[in-house]
């Protein structure tokens, strides 16, 4: 039997909560340009809605980092697949990600990116799953603290599928 899909979080809440996540943002930054710095693929979708969201100057990049593979688990491995476009060195940065679960993709980013220098340097997760974290990373702005399931949809996926959903579903494996 196929897995099922088992909404969680349907697209009207989503977009909801990252309207206020905008308007929190936009208050919270000095004047200038803030440059949001999206983690390919899970968070385009995200980072598309986040940025309209914010009510100010940004620059939009993207950096690639992988360490699932396929599976439904980190492998603890992460690689760069993509680097930034252009420098961040005395820029105000928000790493914008989908869902952080072990932390170990968050917590490799920061340190790489903290050497870059930028002038400030945080996180916007749409999407948190405490109870599996390993590595301590500090989330300055989250959409959603989600319970110990494998979600998909909103940009997230499983083997690549699911990405194009609107809402946010937990994967259910057949019984
Ligand atoms: P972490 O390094 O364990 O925090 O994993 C972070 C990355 O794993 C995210 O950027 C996602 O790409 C992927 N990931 C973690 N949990 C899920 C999930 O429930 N669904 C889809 N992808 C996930």
Known sequence: MAAGLRLLIPEEKIQARIRELGRQIAQDYPEG????????KGAWIFLADLARAIERPVR???IGISSYGT???TSGEVKLTKDLDCSIEGEDVLIVEDIVDSG????YLLHVLAQRKPRSLRVAALLDKPSRRTAAVDLA????QIPDAFVVGYGLD???QYRNL??????????
């Open 104 to 107: 170990v993709t968050l917590s």
């Open 60 to 62: 939009i990049d993207f």
């Open 166 to 175: 609107r809402d946010v579903y937990a994967l259910e494996e057949p019984s």
């Open 141 to 144: 702005y989250v959409g959603f």
């Open 33 to 40: 340009v803030l440059y949001l710095v999206g983690i390919l």
């Open 71 to 73: 599976g439904k688990s």
């Open 158 to 160: 499983y083997a690549e």
